[in-house]
């Protein structure tokens, strides 16, 4: 098995694990906040789901760092300034600064939630997109525009699936 | 319970003198490209400056390590909060030295000629 | 490039981007409530030890290999900053880190019981640990710019 092919499963398995870990975290999430609060057994299935997250974004980016060492020394440095390549490396510091500002309570969860789903979506489809022919600024307003839709649409959901708990009657 | 004063002494030690290194490290740094004698020195004992600049850091670190492990905590002190007086010079400096690295370097390569 | 370069090369990205990782997990943690001592611990000193072994073969391939076969072709090539900036810049901030990381290992092994409940050293801990991985993402991004103007 070539480093390549390693690589390439490692990247994989790094994307599925992100990305279902970031989709499932959504719909815990939501699911759990259905009764307008988080019990303790629906507070274990999310803390599992972040710890997939975690252990994709930590192969994700030890995979991607791999490819970058493969393209170096098999002298294709060139790829290293592919606007797709520094796009998802973007993404990938999106994710993580904004796992942080979540953590702190210092983002807002409706532009915290849009910005991991739309990141780890977008991370997914440009490497998915071999022949994408796009700047790197295009790409990040393309990605920009995208977080809004995505918070929108998540705004939506919630809306429609969180209704009020009506009052207790006396 | 109140930290022991070796682990305090220690841990202070370890701050003070990395923070003393990440200032030695920015200034010989700005120095040696400026005072070209400075960077001959370097190669000239070490083979390379860089390699001389790391190791003078660590000889530095070691150094005052050892020395501060001397001076034990004073009685009245409180141990966390002069830690965290040590932690926040050391997170102060590599600021700093970050910083003016980044800027000298900013200046040498697209601003000096 | 020989194979013993390769290897130093690969093993240099690969250690120092681990040891970033490692003091993210550091930062992120100490910044709950309650903290998981044994993690942090361990975390901290994986961290160390992938940013010493980084410097030290970082700096053998660098030494004896980047500035006679790699240097040149950057400074001649369409990115010549890729050298006198990014790599210079990065060749100097990369020494603080180790200093840096053996601090936060040696206060969390020897203090890390305490910090909990003692919120100036907290705080003073998690701004250490987010210089350090900010840095570490510096170093890592600065390395894939300058690799990219090889050529």
């Known amino acids: 098995m070539s480093w390549q092919i390693l690589l390439t499963f490692s990247h994989i398995i790094g994307t599925v694990l992100g990305v279902g870990g970031a989709t499932f975290a959504e719909f815990f999430y939501m699911k759990a906040l259905k009764d307008g609060h988080v019990d303790p057994e629906e507070g274990d299935f999310l803390k599992a789901t972040y710890r997939m997250l975690r252990i994709g974004m930590v192969l994700l980016i030890l995979s991607g760092f791999g490819f970058f060492v493969l393209y170096r020394i098999n002298g294709r440095a060139e790829l290293l300034y592919d606007p797709r390549f520094l796009a998802k490396v973007t993404l990938t510091a999106i994710i993580f600064f904004n796992a942080l500002l979540l953590q702190t309570k210092k983002m807002p969860l409706w532009l915290g939630s849009a910005l991991s789903f739309t990141s780890w979506y977008g991370a997914l489809v440009l490497g998915a997109w071999r022949g994408i022919d796009a700047s790197y600024l295009a790409i990040i307003a393309w990605y920009a525009g995208a977080v809004l839709g995505v918070a929108f649409v998540l705004h939506i959901i919630r809306k429609l699936y969180l209704k009020p708990i009506p009052p207790a009657s006396p | ?113 | 490039m020989s194979t013993l370069l390769k290897t130093f090369l690969a093993f240099h990205v690969i250690l120092g981007v681990a040891g970033a990782i490692a003091y993210a997990g550091v930062w992120m943690n100490l910044l709950k409530q309650k903290l998981p001592v044994r993690f942090l611990q361990w975390a901290s000193a994986i961290g160390f030890f992938s940013f010493l072994i980084s410097w030290v073969i970082g700096g053998y391939y660098y030494a004896i290999y980047y500035g006679k076969a790699v240097k040149p072709i950057i400074i001649k090539g369409q990115y010549p900053w890729g050298h006198s900036f990014f790599m210079e810049a990065k060749e100097h901030v990369f020494l603080f880190l180790p200093f840096l990381a053996a601090v936060m290992f040696v206060t969390l092994l020897i203090a890390g019981n305490r910090i909990e409940t003692e919120a100036p050293l907290k705080r003073a801990l998690i701004w250490l640990a987010g210089i350090i991985v900010v840095l570490g993402i510096i170093m890592a991004l600065s390395g894939v710019i300058i690799s990219g103007a090889v050529r």
């Open chain 2, 1 to 113: 319970m109140e930290l022991s004063n070796i682990r305090f002494t220690i841990i202070r030690a370890t701050t003070y003198a990395a923070a003393f290194a990440v200032a030695f490290i920015t200034g010989i740094t700005i120095t040696a490209d400026l005072y070209l004698p400075l960077k001959d020195w370097l190669k000239l004992t070490f083979s390379h400056h860089w390699v001389g600049k790391g190791m003078l850091a660590i000889v530095l670190f070691v150094g005052i390590s050892a020395i501060l492990l001397l001076f034990p905590a004073p009685k009245d002190e409180v141990k966390t909060k002069a830690l965290a007086r040590s932690t926040w010079i050391l997170v102060i400096v590599s600021l700093m030295g970050t910083i003016s690295i980044i800027a000298f370097f900013i200046y040498e390569a697209f601003l000096k000629h």
